[in-house]
């Protein structure tokens, strides 16, 4: 949700440099972009609505620059509203990713100050407030820390002033600090894998920490204290990391193709801290999975598989409404975090209140160096490469792969949940390399791309995954549809089944397998047409899509058709596959 860059060097096409990372950052927000360049002793800027073009020309020469792209919380998508944002005087320019919450009042204070404001941002209020103390601050620096002060929210900045200073600082939002493999170079962005080529090592900054570079060199400052603080460089471990289509028309179908890999790298990892955790959560009390968007729906997986095969009291929590339980978290209990960026701010509020109780964390995330890997007791990693699609796909594979191993190992089965694990792997691939199934989820888009509303029934190991597969059809067709359990089906949206209408049924051979015909029946009853995503065809589904019977595991294999069904009606439609419109791949604000 907004990502910031910033290059401070020795080449002269700074401002090209701070465009691409954007481009690399544009996962975040790719509703308007800016970039500021020093351009001798004054500062430049370039911004723009709209999505970061593919290339730039005539940027002036500079080697300091700093760059934002937006994803819009505060004032519409306007040139105007894009970042940076320029002091009264030109002084410096500034950019957020996050939101000032208390930013009405600041601003009334401001206007009585005199201070004059031309955007309908939040960040304008920063930039003004560190103009406001740095009439009475003793320098730059403590300007800007002591505006922080003041500041209530998640907000991270990065700013440059026209003497060349480029100052990062960090409350809640990521921010990380990377050295140039050439010497002098040195990059601020929002993730690692913005300026991962280029840089040897990583400093990730801490929350309420600022880092000042001047004349190549960098020092990091408490927010609270003024004082310099120590910090812990890291090599980058990822600087090889590609990160291309490999031949595939969009991430988000190359994606899709590696979830036999991602569940390769769950059960191949050490099984050490696994058990510990499985231990560890043998004796909770309560067992809580959060997670927002897809990953609520990992996390709703994970807690069911707890259910099921660890006999936990499991319950899954979504990050924005989580806050309700907050004063039911004990130190007997455990907390079960799955995140692709290890940065949801939802999630992360709910860990700081779970953190304060002495509550343990268990974390699965898959960017390297975030806030909830650090905050973790288990910081487990999904090691599945960068997923670049805004539409999480192969980490919802991961996640509910590697629950599902958890509650095995609770259970005291570790071998036989990899066993199964490994089989799953194998039959996905089949899958994903069959024809007939392609040709298959093709034609079955091209029936339901003029709907207007599309149901999805599951129950018991399949609810989640319809769920999900709700979330893959919304996001990539921008059709209305909903998902329910198959046995509430009855008690509210039957009076919407008629001819026309289109609803997909997950179904398993389980126990619960009897129950959801029943809803099938139900449905076809009412003149709605079926489709069957299930092992074996029934007389009473309109369109069967059939996947292999996998027991335990079977859930995680029909989330393939679904995703596979959205990705094909999102090329069907000429939807933007890869950024759908108005989401944001990393949430960082509340
Ligand atoms: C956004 C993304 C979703 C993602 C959610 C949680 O809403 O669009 O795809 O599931 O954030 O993100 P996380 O990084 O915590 O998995």
């Given at each position: 949700m907004?990502?910031?860059?910033?290059?401070?060097?020795?080449?002269?096409?700074?401002?090209?440099?701070?465009?691409?990372?954007?481009?690399?950052?544009?996962?975040?927000?790719?509703?308007?972009?800016?970039?500021?360049?020093?351009?001798?002793?004054?500062?430049?800027?370039?911004?723009?609505?709209g999505?970061?073009?593919?290339?730039?020309?005539?940027?002036?020469?500079?080697s300091?620059?700093?760059?934002?792209?937006?994803?819009?919380?505060?004032?519409?998508?306007?040139?105007?509203?894009?970042?940076?944002?320029?002091?009264?005087?030109?002084?410096f320019?500034?950019?957020?990713?996050?939101i000032?919450?208390?930013?009405?009042?600041?601003?009334?204070?401001?206007?009585?100050?005199?201070?004059?404001?031309?955007?309908?941002?939040?960040?304008?209020?920063?930039?003004?407030?560190i103009?406001?103390?740095?009439?009475?601050?003793?320098?730059?620096?403590?300007?800007?820390?002591?505006?922080?002060?003041d500041?209530?929210?998640?907000?991270?900045?990065?700013?440059?002033?026209?003497?060349?200073?480029?100052?990062?600082?960090?409350n809640?939002?990521?921010?990380?600090?990377?050295?140039?493999?050439?010497?002098?170079?040195l990059?601020?962005?929002?993730?690692?894998?913005?300026?991962?080529?280029?840089?040897?090592?990583?400093?990730?900054?801490?929350?309420?920490?600022?880092?000042?570079?001047?004349?190549?060199?960098?020092?990091?400052?408490?927010?609270?204290?003024?004082?310099?603080?120590?910090?812990?460089?890291?090599?980058?471990?990822?600087?090889?990391?590609?990160?291309?289509?490999?031949?595939?028309?969009?991430?988000?179908?190359?994606?899709?193709?590696?979830?036999?890999?991602?569940?390769?790298?769950?059960?191949?990892?050490?099984?050490?801290?696994?058990?510990?955790?499985?231990?560890?959560?043998?004796?909770?009390?309560?067992v809580?999975?959060?997670?927002?968007?897809?990953?609520?729906a990992?996390?709703?997986?994970?807690?069911?598989?707890?259910?099921?095969y660890?006999?936990?009291?499991?319950?899954?929590?979504?990050g924005?409404?989580?806050?309700?339980?907050?004063?039911?978290?004990?130190?007997?209990?455990?907390?079960?975090?799955?995140?692709?960026?290890?940065?949801t701010?939802?999630?992360?509020?709910?860990?700081?209140?779970?953190?304060?109780?002495?509550?343990k964390?268990a974390?699965?995330?898959?960017?390297p160096?975030?806030?909830?890997?650090?905050?973790?007791?288990y910081?487990f990693?999904?090691?599945?490469?960068?997923?670049?699609?805004?539409?999480?796909?192969?980490?919802?594979?991961?996640?509910?792969?590697?629950?599902?191993?958890?509650a095995?190992?609770?259970?005291?089965?570790?071998s036989?949940g990899?066993?199964?694990?490994?089989?799953?792997?194998?039959?996905?691939?089949?899958y994903?390399?069959?024809?007939n199934?392609?040709?298959?989820?093709?034609?079955?888009?091209d029936?339901?791309k003029?709907?207007k509303?599309?149901?999805?029934?599951?129950?018991?190991?399949n609810?989640?995954?319809?769920?999900?597969?709700?979330?893959?059809?919304?996001?990539?067709?921008?059709?209305h549809?909903?998902?329910?359990?198959?046995?509430?089906?009855?008690?509210?949206?039957?009076?919407?089944?008629?001819?026309?209408?289109?609803?997909?049924?997950?179904?398993?051979?389980?126990?619960?397998?009897?129950?959801?015909?029943?809803?099938?029946?139900?449905?076809?009853?009412?003149?709605?047409s079926?489709?069957?995503?299930?092992?074996?065809?029934?007389e009473?589904?309109?369109f069967?899509?059939?996947?292999s019977?996998?027991?335990?595991?079977?859930?995680i294999?029909?989330?393939?058709?679904?995703q596979?069904?959205?990705?094909?009606l999102?090329v069907?439609?000429?939807?933007n596959?890869?950024?759908?419109?108005?989401?944001?791949?990393s949430?960082?604000?509340?």
């Amino acid at each position: 949700m907004c990502g910031i860059f910033g290059y401070f060097g020795k080449k002269e096409n700074a401002g090209e440099i701070v465009f691409h990372g954007l481009r690399r950052l544009d996962y975040r927000g790719y509703d308007s972009w800016g970039i500021g360049m020093l351009d001798g002793d004054s500062i430049v800027v370039t911004k723009q609505a709209g999505k970061i073009p593919q290339t730039i020309t005539s940027l002036p020469t500079s080697s300091i620059a700093i760059g934002h792209t937006r994803w819009a919380t505060h004032g519409g998508v306007t040139k105007n509203n894009a970042h940076p944002h320029f002091a009264t005087d030109h002084s410096f320019i500034l950019a957020q990713n996050g939101i000032v919450e208390n930013y009405q009042s600041l601003k009334q204070k401001l206007q009585k100050k005199g201070y004059a404001f031309s955007t309908e941002t939040d960040t304008e209020v920063i930039v003004r407030l560190i103009e406001d103390k740095n009439k009475r601050a003793n320098n730059f620096i403590d300007a800007v820390r002591t505006a922080f002060h003041d500041l209530t929210g998640r907000n991270t900045i990065v700013l440059l002033t026209k003497d060349g200073t480029v100052i990062g600082a960090r409350n809640g939002s990521p921010l990380v600090l990377g050295i140039g493999k050439s010497k002098g170079e040195l990059f601020l962005s929002s993730d690692i894998l913005s300026f991962a080529p280029y840089v040897e090592k990583t400093v990730v900054l801490e929350n309420q920490q600022i880092v000042e570079i001047t004349n190549n060199k960098f020092r990091i400052i408490s927010i609270n204290t003024g004082k310099q603080e120590k910090y812990r460089t890291e090599k980058n471990t990822i600087s090889n990391t590609r990160v291309d289509k490999d031949g595939f028309d969009h991430f988000m179908l190359k994606e899709i193709y590696e979830s036999p890999f991602v569940i390769e790298q769950i059960y191949n990892q050490d099984a050490r801290m696994l058990k510990q955790l499985a231990l560890k959560i043998k004796h909770a009390k309560h067992v809580y999975a959060i997670g927002s968007g897809t990953a609520g729906a990992a996390a709703a997986q994970i807690a069911y598989y707890l259910r099921i095969y660890g006999s936990m009291h499991a319950v899954s929590l979504i990050g924005a409404e989580a806050s309700d339980y907050y004063h039911l978290f004990t130190k007997d209990d455990v907390i079960i975090a799955p995140s692709q960026s290890g940065e949801t701010a939802d999630v992360l509020e709910a860990l700081e209140h779970a953190r304060s109780k002495k509550t343990k964390i268990a974390s699965l995330v898959n960017m390297p160096g975030s806030m909830i890997t650090r905050m973790s007791d288990y910081p487990f990693m999904s090691m599945a490469g960068p997923e670049i699609c805004v539409m999480s796909t192969k980490i919802f594979v991961s996640q509910i792969a590697w629950g599902y191993l958890l509650a095995k190992t609770v259970q005291g089965n570790y071998s036989e949940g990899k066993r199964n694990l490994q089989s799953l792997a194998r039959v996905m691939s089949d899958y994903l390399h069959s024809k007939n199934v392609l040709t298959q989820i093709k034609s079955l888009a091209d029936r339901l791309k003029q709907s207007k509303h599309i149901f999805l029934l599951g129950k018991a190991q399949n609810l989640q995954i319809v769920k999900e597969g709700m979330v893959k059809l919304v996001e990539g067709s921008y059709i209305h549809a909903h998902a329910l359990p198959a046995g509430d089906l009855k008690h509210y949206a039957i009076t919407l089944m008629e001819p026309g209408v289109s609803v997909i049924v997950v179904i398993s051979n389980d126990e619960v397998k009897e129950d959801v015909l029943n809803a099938v029946n139900e449905v076809n009853a009412r003149g709605a047409s079926v489709i069957g995503i299930s092992p074996a065809n029934h007389e009473r589904f309109t369109f069967h899509l059939q996947v292999s019977d996998l027991g335990e595991t079977s859930a995680i294999l029909t989330i393939l058709p679904l995703q596979l069904l959205a990705y094909y009606l999102a090329v069907a439609l000429g939807n933007n596959v890869d950024k759908p419109r108005n989401i944001a791949k990393s949430v960082t604000v509340k």
